[in-house]
Nanobody, 122 residues
């Protein structure tokens, strides 16, 4: 059974960098075809895809967030990390990590983390 667990600070000050980690168990993040995504949900709004890192290590991002987003991985720990720079209160929301087993996009996700609340406030 694949499990994903997000971790990171629940409160971040404006202009700082948000860093979240997703620890994966029950499967390797380097397994062929798997892509690993970050998705968020602002309060009262729908899901927003942020970006992903492929099994090969290459990453790709939403155009609207590309300038502020970086996704990396640590294969020795079987985890991947999201960094979002220059945060504002608009970045408040629940952040999810998830697995896409075929690299077909975030609408094909089969496993989700439970999500972690992030609040941007001074």
């Amino acid at each position: 059974q694949v499990q994903l667990q997000e971790s990171g600070p629940g409160l971040v000050k404006p202009s700082q960098t948000l860093s979240l980690t997703c620890a994966v168990s029950g499967g390797s993040i380097t397994t062929n075809d798997y892509n690993w995504h970050w998705i968020r949900q602002p309060p009262g709004r729908g899901l927003e895809w942020m970006g992903a890192i492929a099994y090969s290590g290459s990453s790709y991002y939403s155009p609207s967030l590309q300038s502020r987003t970086s996704i990396s991985r640590d294969t020795s720990k079987n985890q991947f990390t999201l960094q979002l720079t220059s945060v504002t209160p608009e970045d408040t929301g629940v952040y999810y990590c998830a697995r896409d087993p075929r690299g077909a996009g975030w609408t094909n996700i089969d496993y989700w983390g439970q999500g972690t609340q992030v609040t941007v406030s001074s």
